[in-house]
């Protein structure tokens, strides 16, 4: 890469230098770009520094090395502690720490009341998966449009990007949904593989029966989404929930014969008996999407 292509790239600070902030940094500086680091423990930011990276002594001098600021901590409280004392004025912080979408909304007015704009993220990808563009690993990012605009081919180094509007909150909003969408789908796979256990059944010749079927039932949620907007859960369904709630009793009884606990398909069992018994049953298991609704239960 000639000298020119180098000073061409976006200087860029990062604070936080765990697994995921080393992969970032470590992907910008193989891209060329002129990363300063800083971490609270400073001796998790050496290796960075034999291969490129500046190390601030402080978050403060971290910040002030590079307008893009890039943060990548433990938490919403890690980030208030960092940048307590930093002068914001006309950085543009993006945010890569886990949290909340009420956390990123009030983190986005905390920011621009001290002269930055803001732009939350939400990581889908596991550390290995950054620099690698064929991992399919990406970023959500919500908040300011201009500052997604300016900085968006140096955000998209790492990983994609996928801009879902400019509410900053809607990043956190999509990574958990997701993410408790996976949780949901790890319980039914402990569940699945809980029952063959005590049977010979080998686990590496059930799990691509398992893989498959998932992979089959995943086009399901497309049926929900139309439904949720057209407001008929009805409409095209096969299994209504009476079907569903019928066929829950040979799940539970199944579990009961191999001597294994219910308890991560119960609750949601629950639910549909619940929906069945206020005279849905006609309809799939999108109703219970209602149940969920807190502020449906309290208005009701």
Same mark, same amino acid.
Do not use: F, N, Q, S
């Given at each position: 890469m000639? !000298? %020119?292509a180098v000073a061409s790239r976006t200087p860029l600070t990062l604070l936080g230098t765990g697994a995921m902030g080393t992969a970032l940094a470590r992907a910008w500086l193989a891209a060329g770009h002129p990363v300063t680091v800083w971490n609270r423990t400073p001796a998790r930011a050496e290796a960075l520094a034999a291969e490129g990276a500046a190390v601030a002594p402080s978050a403060a001098a971290a910040v002030a090395a590079s307008r893009l600021v890039i943060a990548c901590l433990l938490d919403d409280a890690s980030? $208030? #502690?960092a940048l307590d004392g930093a002068d914001l004025t006309g950085r543009d912080l993006v945010n890569l720490t886990t949290g909340t979408p009420g956390e990123a909304r009030t983190r986005s007015a905390w920011a621009e009341a001290r002269g930055a704009r803001f732009l939350d $993220? *939400?990581?889908m990808a596991v550390p290995p998966m950054i620099g690698d563009p064929e991992s399919g690993g990406y970023v959500f990012y919500s908040g300011s449009p201009e500052l997604f605009g300016d900085? /968006?081919?140096?955000?998209?180094?790492?990983? *994609?990007?996928? %801009?879902?509007?400019? !509410?900053? *909150?809607f990043a956190a909003l999509h990574d958990v949904a997701l993410l408790s969408a996976m949780t949901g789908m790890f319980a039914g796979i402990t569940h699945a593989f809980a029952l063959i256990r005590p049977e010979e059944v080998a686990p590496h010749d059930f799990a691509p029966l398992l893989a498959d079927w998932l992979t089959a039932m995943a086009p399901a949620v497309h049926g929900t989404a139309g439904h949720l907007e057209s407001g008929d859960y009805t409409e095209g369904v096969v299994s209504t929930l009476a079907m569903q709630v019928a066929g829950n009793a040979t799940l539970l009884r199944t579990a009961q014969e191999q001597r294994v606990s219910a308890e991560l398909l119960t609750p949601f069992m629950a639910l549909m008996e619940r929906r069945l018994a206020q005279g849905h049953g006609d309809e799939d298991g999108t109703g219970t999407? #209602?149940?969920l609704d807190?502020?449906? /239960?309290? !208005?009701?």
């Open positions: 000639t !000298d %020119y980030v $208030g #502690e $993220g *939400g990581i900085h /968006r081919a140096t955000l998209a180094v790492p990983a *994609g990007t996928r %801009y879902v509007g400019a !509410d900053p *909150g999407i #209602e149940l807190l502020r449906r /239960r309290v !208005d009701a």
